[in-house]
């Protein structure tokens, strides 16, 4: 049976031991719950206004994201748009307050519907199953074809029907750090060319690249490394051949899937996942028609 703790900050996160003892003792209302998984951890407590966040429950939450990388926000009524953006900007700007952001994600303002799946409603933006059902969503982290790093992902279930796929979350710290020696080495200082996947190819719309990132990324705070990118962002590797670029890529993506620690999240009505969209990949199965799945998506925020 899971253990349920109260953090302090003389605790640290979840009750784990070991962070300065000469730090006060104030117990914040915020309680844990670790998910029988390689990784994460559900929150009860969180509340919401207009207004910043309280300092103590943020830096908390940093710490819990930095030791659990994965969030379950549990419990809680759901935000508004002004409570939700009032709450995640105090962890650094939202990524629609960076200009990678507005460019990304201009079309949440929007009363249109991007595509068969991603609708805007008044105060959020829903990714609706469709007639059709859903196309699979393949390992990724958001936003990783641009320039900025997007740290903090953030998806809120509203409804899941029976039969609906979960979110699947992988934690490419773990890949990075179980890399022989030997590809590590082979890795090191080389960078990925990145392109935006809704844009043609570069035969087709000519350019270098819309982004680039180390194969082996530094978190911008924490400064641990991960490997980084995806099948369908990662373009090529800079300073390879195409041909020792495509092995490379392969082997990469097939090391992760055997190596990654995985957590499959089946979702429980008015749950806020917010992950390390730096560290954790995420993704999810094609869904069959006639099954519903409607999650909200948040700004999220951008590198701090
Ligand atoms: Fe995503």
Redesign the pocket.
């Known amino acids: 049976m899971p253990q349920t703790l109260t953090a302090t900050r003389t605790a640290g996160i979840a009750g784990f031991s070991g962070c300065n003892p000469t730090q006060d003792r104030r117990t914040t209302r915020l309680a844990y719950e670790p998910l029988d998984a390689p990784f994460g951890v559900v929150v009860r407590g969180v509340e919401w206004s207009d207004g910043p966040p309280d300092p103590q429950i943020v830096d908390e939450l940093r710490r819990a994201m930095r030791r659990h990388l994965l969030l379950v926000l549990r419990g809680q009524r759901s935000p508004n748009h002004d409570e939700a953006n009032a709450f995640w900007r105090g962890f650094g700007p939202l990524v629609m307050e960076t200009p990678d952001g507005q460019f990304h994600y201009n079309r949440f303002s929007t009363e249109k519907a991007v595509n068969n799946v991603m609708r805007n409603k008044a105060g959020g933006n829903l990714v609706v199953a469709g007639d059709d059902g859903m196309v699979e ?1 393949g390992w ?1 982290q ?1 936003q990783s074809h641009k320039p900025q790093f997007k740290t903090i ?1 953030l998806l809120e279930n509203v409804t899941f029907g029976e039969g609906a796929v979960p979110t699947a979350f992988r934690d490419m710290y773990t890949v990075c750090e179980l890399l022989p020696r030997e590809v590590r080495a082979k890795l090191e200082g080389k960078q990925g060319i990145f392109l935006d996947p809704r844009l043609p190819l570069p035969d087709k719309l000519p350019r270098l690249c819309d982004a680039m990132h180390p194969v082996i990324s530094s978190h911008p705070e924490s400064g641990r490394r991960a490997v980084f990118g995806s099948d369908w962002t990662t373009y090529r590797i800079a300073g390879m051949s195409e041909a020792e670029s495509a092995e490379t890529l392969a082997w990469l993506r097939d090391f992760a899937l055997a190596n990654a620690p995985y957590y499959e999240h089946f979702w429980q009505e008015g749950d806020i996942c917010v992950w390390d969209n730096f560290g954790v990949q ?1 993704r999810r199965d094609p869904q069959p028609p006639g099954i519903e799945r409607t999650m909200r998506l948040f700004e999220g925020v951008a590198e701090s």
């Open positions: 969503l990724h958001d992902s995420h």
